[in-house]
């Protein structure tokens, strides 16, 4: 079946990085825009980046421009997001998700925590 | 950006009871919307696309409606199953917006 599994997340300090990573299943990865989602603790969805089905297009929202960077390896089937000068208010929980018709399956997350 | 302002934030409700929640959009987004349930700890779940088709294996007690700037999420009976917070989502642009979010709870 369809699957998005995160990982990479964690507890790290102000201005250190992390790269998550979503690895997918059950489907043709190469063939699919995917998404980063986060949300805050207590607080609604909040959409994150887009990169297209061969990596050629990428887009983010203006909250992580020039922090994060959104990547894939369709030859391992995985996304990627590199976290770079994190803030508190980047701590959330950071979802996958692939795009069909808006985003139609979803990883189970991959909480981030920034905390000194 | 294309702004989606979501209402009501919350709501009570009764086992039985009719609930539409309403999506506005800042432009108009054809019918690129999405309707999405999800429950505490979880992720997300799709429930309509297109703004009106049903997603497979969810209930026809949620349907959703609306074309351009205004859609509505309608749950025709609320179940007890059904408590939880509903998000609509725009893809009409890359820059994907989500509504803020109605917290459906028990009356």
């Known amino acids: 079946q369809v699957q998005l599994v995160e990982s990479g997340g964690g507890v790290v300090q102000p201005g250190r990085s992390l790269r998550l990573s979503c690895a997918a299943s059950g489907f043709t990865f190469s063939n699919y825009d995917m998404h980063w989602v986060r949300q805050a603790p207590g607080k609604g969805l909040e959409w994150v980046a887009v990169i297209s089905y061969d990596g050629s297009d990428k887009y983010y929202a203006d909250s992580v421009k020039g922090r994060f960077t959104i990547s894939r390896d369709n030859s391992k089937n995985t996304l990627y997001v590199q976290v770079n000068s994190l803030r508190p208010e980047d701590t959330a929980v950071y979802y996958c998700a692939k795009n069909d018709y808006g985003m139609d399956v979803w990883g189970q997350g991959t909480t981030v925590t920034v905390s000194s | 950006d294309i702004q989606m302002t979501q209402s009501p934030s919350s709501l009570s409700a009764s086992v039985g009871d009719r609930v539409i929640i309403t999506c506005r959009a800042s432009?108009?987004?054809?019918?690129?919307l999405v309707w999405y349930q999800q429950k505490p700890g979880k992720a997300p779940k799709r429930l309509i696309y297109a703004a009106s088709s049903l997603q497979s294996g969810v209930p026809p007690r949620f349907s959703g409606s609306g074309s351009g700037t205004e859609f509505t999420l309608t749950i025709s009976s609320l179940q007890p199953e059904d408590f939880a917070t509903y998000y609509c989502l725009q893809h009409n642009t890359y820059h994907r917006t989500f509504g803020q979010g109605t917290k459906v709870e028990i009356k």
């Open positions: 432009q108009g987004i054809r019918n690129d």
